[in-house]
């Protein structure tokens, strides 16, 4: 009963995150993409990542949720990708103290 109890708590406290996630991204991006079953996993507002080789003026945000992987771009929209269809590589420079992914997109 404990377990149950603990699996509960835990798919709340996920619900209330991905529900403050909807409630702070634009409306566009909310009614594209949200669902009743998708929850949030991370974004790089809260977890920073930068892309390669972007400009300096350059926006980039990253959302993966349980079965989508999004890239908002600017102002212009976003781009999903299906998890099913990524591959992630690490890349790992000790010399150079920095960790590169590169996404490959099937």
Request: aromatic share 14%; charged share 15%; with cysteine.
């Amino acid at each position: 009963c404990q377990e149950a109890s603990t699996a509960l708590e835990i798919e709340c406290q996920s619900a209330d995150i991905t529900r403050s996630f909807w409630d702070s991204c634009s409306v566009k991006l909310a009614d594209t993409l949200r669902t009743p079953e998708r929850r949030l996993i991370r974004e790089s507002r809260s977890h920073p990542i930068t892309l390669l080789h972007s400009g300096r003026f350059s926006s980039h945000w990253f959302i993966i949720l349980t079965d989508v992987f999004v890239h908002v771009s600017g102002y212009s929209g976003h781009i999903a990708y299906p998890l099913q269809t990524i591959w992630v590589f690490c890349l790992i420079f000790k010399q150079l103290n920095f960790v590169q992914y590169l996404f490959i997109y099937l």
